[in-house]
């Protein structure tokens, strides 16, 4: 099965910015409905952090809200979360997702670590 490939997190402190990224192979992208990224903290369920659809329909959870902004590029086929004001409370493996159009199957990317210091 073809992988998502995220990049992009990591250590930053707190009021800092990252960027993340994933890559989809062209039928996952292409063949999307919608794409996001969510999060899942230590002892916590994952929860949807923001999503975009094909027609490029934006929706974010109210925590992130004014502080990250999702966005799509379609010449790398990647969907991109960028991340300011960051806070401690951020503090995830953040992974991307996509569903697809056809029969609303997900696929996930393998999840990347960010860490806000305060």
């Known amino acids: 099965q073809e992988q998502l490939v995220e990049s992009g997190g990591g250590l930053v402190q707190a009021g800092g910015s990252l960027r993340l990224s994933c890559e989809a192979p062209a039928y996952i992208f292409f063949g999307a409905k919608i794409m996001g990224w969510y999060r899942q903290a230590p002892g916590k369920q994952r929860e949807l952090v923001g999503s975009?659809?094909?027609?490029?329909?934006?929706n974010y959870a109210d925590a992130v809200k004014g502080r990250f902004t999702i966005s799509r590029d379609n010449v790398k086929k990647q969907v991109i979360l960028q991340m300011s004001s960051l806070k401690p409370e951020d503090t995830a493996i953040f992974y991307c997702?996509?569903?697809?159009?056809?029969?609303?199957?997900?696929?996930w990317g393998q999840g990347t670590q960010v860490t806000v210091s305060s």
């Open positions: 975009i659809t094909n027609g490029g329909l934006t």
């Open positions: 997702n996509f569903k697809s159009r056809m029969n609303d199957a997900e696929r």
